[in-house]
């Protein structure tokens, strides 16, 4: 079966970065768009950002644009989030998912998802 395992969340300062990774194994990843969700505890899902399947026309939400940038590697079935100029903000959950959809900013869209890995930004 399918499964997503991210990596890479900590706790920085703002201003900081982070890389996070999410591996994927079990589905053929080169079909699939991947995209990246964050969540706070108490709030809903939210999408962050995608990529398509060929790793062309990545889509962001206005909050995180110039500063996060999404990437994938289709032969080591990776997916990347690179986060400069981190805000408190910024603080959640980060969940990576992955779909059929494009472009897909809905959760109800992806298929599988990953267990999260926890981005803390201090001011």
């Known amino acids: 079966q399918a499964q997503l395992v991210e990596s890479g969340g900590g706790s920085v300062q703002a201003g900081g970065s982070l890389r996070l990774s999410c591996v994927a194994s079990?589905?053929?990843?080169?079909?699939?768009?991947m995209a990246w969700f964050r969540q706070v505890a108490g709030k809903e899902r939210e999408f962050v950002t995608a990529?398509?399947?060929?790793?062309?026309?990545?889509h962001y939400i206005d909050s995180v644009k110039g500063r996060f940038t999404i990437s994938r590697d289709n032969a080591e079935n990776t997916v990347y989030l690179q986060m400069n100029s981190l805000k408190p903000e910024d603080t959640a959950t980060y969940y990576c998912a992955a779909g059929l959809s494009w472009i897909a900013m809905t959760d109800r869209q992806y298929d599988y998802w990953g267990q999260g890995t926890q981005v803390t930004v201090s001011s």
């Open positions: 990529i398509r399947w060929d790793g062309k026309t990545p």
């Open positions: 079990g589905l053929r990843f080169s079909s699939y768009s």
